[in-house]
């Protein structure tokens, strides 16, 4: 008697086991096609880097780009983040010709491209950092 509920329970766990990891794999896969759906249609975009729960403030995973995009704290930008660290109106992403190029607004707090202050227009490519207040940006280029 003892054998048969041991045996029954065995298959019970083992069942429960298999269904916990096919849910996990179903998130896992959930969670890269929202991925996916949300940055599908440009191929070039801003990804965070930062851990989104580490940020006091609403911010998104990924920003697509279009010809020209603003960031900074006012509403009046493409890009709002409340950051206390960022201007009103921090820094411009334009794209010229298929490249983009970024600029800082004369920020108090500056723009930073791979841990550079940069002062000017400054062209940027696929996997440099971009650091504004305590926001950190990968841009992705797909292209």
């Known amino acids: 008697m003892f054998n048969i509920f041991s045996l029954i329970f065995k298959y019970i766990f083992i069942v429960i086991i298999y269904l916990f990891i096919l849910s996990i794999i ?3 896969y959930l969670d890269i096609k929202g991925i996916s759906q949300e940055i599908s249609d440009g191929g070039k975009y801003l990804k965070l880097i930062n ?4 940020l006091s403030f609403n ?3 990924y920003y697509p780009l279009t010809k020209s995009i603003s960031i900074g704290r006012s509403n009046n930008n493409e890009i709002v983040l409340k950051d206390p660290y960022i201007s009103k109106n921090h820094l411009k992403i334009v794209e010229d010709e298929g490249v983009f190029f970024i600029e800082d ?3 108090a707090n500056g723009t930073y491209l791979n841990g550079e202050r940069i002062m000017d227009v400054v062209k940027i490519k696929n996997g440099d950092r971009i650091r504004v207040g305590q926001v950190e940006f990968l841009f992705v280029d797909r292209e």
């Open 105 to 107: 607004l004369n920020s």
């Open 59 to 61: 911010v998104k995973e």
């Open 51 to 54: 851990k989104k729960e580490s």
């Open 26 to 28: 179903r998130l896992i």
